[in-house]
């Protein structure tokens, strides 16, 4: 297996494209559902508001009743959608990951074909893991609301380190646990045994260095992206001040590309790095007697 910045050198700018490209198409998805969803109760205002004075009060009370009703399943379809888009999106970086990872090249389609194939998959496995962790979530929240209330905001300072390991935890869960389904191609309920043996085992200091080195290496990139941008828009304004005001153009023509090179390539290039480090580490301390997935 090649070294990590061998794989990224090799495959970064095509990880970055195609991670910009499928939440591009799947925020289109949910943001077009959203629309239609509007458009059609604007539709439906609009009918009710013509016939509006031949209606009794009655008629107008079951209208606004089916309204509220239809305003609620729209917000769960949302909901809904918005879990399955973001499965699809982790189910996509990681599938193109192994893809990365195992086989030492990278396709586009991979992507989407991916993502797609465990959307359902790593929806059902989110949806669980909040029910398990729901509970946890409770114990640790309200008695520290409780405390806050009755000993005073000083308290929350003692336990905030607690609060800080705690979602330390959850977000090294919701890392992991989509890489080892995707990368073993498990099903909802063995991916959740294999992710707390991993974390209930010798292996959970490697899990920790992890999380921490992949928030490290989406940190990176964006913080060298930043500096490299906030000396060039930098340079910019120094002329504009020291030189002439018609040098703000210049700012504004410097600025727009660096904007969207900052959407198109880095924001989603430190997502993708990110997912990769995950996956190429969890490939070292993988227990040796899983199956090889291909």
């Not at 390991?165 to 990368?183: D, Q």
């Amino acid at each position: 297996m090649a070294s990590f910045f061998t794989l990224v050198r090799k495959h970064g700018l095509k990880l970055a494209l195609t991670t910009f490209l499928g939440i591009a198409a799947s925020y289109a998805v949910i943001y077009g559902g959203i629309l239609i969803l509007f458009l059609i109760f604007l539709m439906m205002i609009g009918g009710v508001a013509s016939f509006e004075d031949s209606l009794t009060p009655e008629a107008m009370f079951g209208f606004g009743v089916i309204g509220v009703i239809l305003l609620i399943l729209a917000y769960l379809v949302i909901i809904a959608v918005s879990y399955l888009v973001q499965s699809f999106t982790m189910g996509g970086i990681y599938g193109m990951g192994k893809e990365v990872l195992l086989e030492n090249r990278s396709e586009i389609g991979t992507f989407f074909s991916q993502g797609f194939r465990y959307m359902w998959r790593l929806t059902g496995q989110y949806l669980l893991f909040c029910l398990c962790w729901a509970p946890l979530y409770f114990f640790m929240i309200f008695p520290f609301a409780i405390a806050s209330e009755l000993i005073g905001e000083w308290v929350v300072f003692i336990l905030l380190p607690f609060l800080a390991v705690f979602f330390f935890l959850v977000i090294a869960l919701f890392l992991h646990a989509p890489a080892i389904l995707v990368r073993d191609d498990l099903r909802v309920l063995e991916s959740m045994k294999r992710t707390f043996r991993l974390f209930f085992s010798s292996s959970f200091g490697s899990v920790c260095l992890s999380t921490l080195l992949a928030g490290v290496a989406g940190l990176v990139v964006n913080v060298a992206f930043l500096l490299v941008a906030g000396l060039i828009i930098g340079f910019c304004i120094l002329l504009q001040f020291l030189v002439h005001e018609g040098f703000v153009v210049l700012t504004m023509v410097a600025g727009i590309p660096l904007g969207l090179a900052y959407m198109v390539i880095v924001l989603p290039l430190s997502m993708a790095v990110a997912c990769l480090l995950i996956l190429y580490r969890y490939e070292r301390i993988r227990p040796n007697d899983l199956p090889q997935a291909a």
